[in-house]
């Protein structure tokens, strides 16, 4: 709340104080409660003894490799929000300085911000397709991009620099062989460092989002092997299924105290 354009902001304060005080006598009258956040677990657990960590993470499904064309552009791809918080204007920016490299855009470009994006001279570097229906993302953007762009804020719902793992995108370029190029938030540094696909970088610093754009176009078989591996890794422990069993313990713990 404290960071919520919507809200004026001289009442972001005591809108965050009231519903602090709301939350607490609510969660004590639960019968069970899911947190998709490790803080807000931590928050909660004291007020609700039944309750568990359950991310969002992607059904697996064995989706098919890349098929780049080997005399195609090299295309960086996002899609989903286009909003400030994912900094598309510094990903543009970066990508215009590395020649061949492209930026494939998708999702709803309007407002304020997609103007100023439009209006940006690195805009030259974007093939932006729209809004695209998520069945059909394997086929028009992931099978033919060489990595994922995932440069997210430092937002409050990230805790500033310690991120978050109930971000869909992260895993789902993974879970579709792409290697990354995310934000250097500590809890996907975790995953990276350990599953080997992709790299991390300051989302702010043009200089190093345009170096991971080189490395991944000058180490094409590299790349592609953080793809298999980040792939590999949604298969065995990224998945709905590894989470959702906290969210099953929940409702049988909730079911036994039923009769």
């Given at each position: 709340m404290l960071a919520k354009a919507w809200i004026p902001k001289p009442l972001r304060g005591a809108a965050s104080a009231v519903y602090t005080v709301f939350e607490r006598y609510i969660c004590k009258r639960l019968d069970g409660y899911i947190a998709c956040y490790h803080w807000t677990k931590e928050r909660i657990e004291n007020w609700v003894p039944n309750n568990a960590l359950v991310f969002n993470f992607p059904e697996w499904q064995p989706n098919g490799a890349q098929n780049v064309p080997a005399d195609g552009p090299r295309y960086f791809c996002y899609a989903g929000g286009i909003s400030a918080q994912w900094l598309h204007e510094n990903v543009i920016r970066a990508i215009s300085t590395v020649p061949g490299a492209r930026y494939l855009l998708a999702g709803n470009l309007s407002g304020p911000y997609g103007d100023r994006l439009q209006a940006m001279p690195e805009w030259k570097s974007v093939d932006f397709v729209g809004r695209i229906g998520q069945n059909e993302l394997p086929e028009k953007m992931y099978s033919k991009s060489v990595a994922g762009m995932c440069l997210l804020d430092y937002i409050p719902q990230c805790k500033g620099t310690v991120g978050n793992l109930s971000n869909t995108k992260f895993f789902e370029y993974m879970l579709n062989g792409l290697p990354l190029i995310c934000t250097d938030f500590d809890l996907w540094k975790e995953v990276i460092d350990a599953e080997h696909c992709g790299i991390c970088v300051n989302p702010h610093n043009i200089e190093e989002?345009?170096?991971?754009?080189?490395?991944?176009?000058?180490?094409?078989?590299?790349?592609?092997?953080?793809?298999?591996r980040g792939n590999a890794a949604v298969k065995e422990k990224y998945n709905w299924a590894a989470t959702a069993k906290g969210l099953f313990q929940v409702y049988e713990a909730i079911e036994k105290t039923m009769g």
């Open positions: 989002i345009s170096g991971a754009i080189r490395w991944i176009l000058d180490h094409p078989e590299e790349a592609k092997q953080m793809g298999r």
